[in-house]
């Protein structure tokens, strides 16, 4: 079993940032890779980004390709989404979660994802 945490949250006005954190309770080693999704009211979870643990490689969907960047410290087991240029429609709930979906044909699909975390809501207004 592993625990993924999730932090850092908010609400904040369009065109600002914002970096949430996801602290895994096991070495993230373990896990291929790790991932950030978000879920908007009354729509379904999405894919935001991926990176894979070791190489770091890492993929984004387009909606949010050029301001937010996935990193890890493997130091602190956690994953980092710098959120930049914040727009309304980023409004969700934000989840961290792991697991081997790591190439560019799967990392967005949640069947490829073994553990997830609780969530962190994230709100941004116009």
Do not use: H
Not at 19 to 40: D, E, G, H, P, V
Not at 95 to 114: F, V
């Amino acid at each position: 079993q592993v625990q993924l945490v999730e932090s850092g949250g908010g609400s904040v006005q369009a065109g600002g940032s914002l970096r949430l954190s996801c602290t895994a309770s096991k070495y993230i080693y373990w896990s291929k890779c790790m991932a950030w999704f978000r879920r908007a009211p009354g729509e379904e979870r999405e894919g935001v980004a991926v990176i894979r643990t070791i190489g770091g490689s890492t993929y984004y969907s387009d909606s949010v390709k050029g301001r937010f960047t996935i990193s890890q410290d493997s130091a602190k087991n956690t994953v980092y989404l710098q959120m930049n240029s914040l727009k309304p429609e980023d409004t969700a709930m934000y989840y961290c979660a792991t697991g081997d979906g790591c190439d560019s044909s799967r990392w967005s699909r949640e069947y490829y994802y073994t553990y997830w975390g609780q969530g962190t809501q994230v709100t941004v207004s116009s």
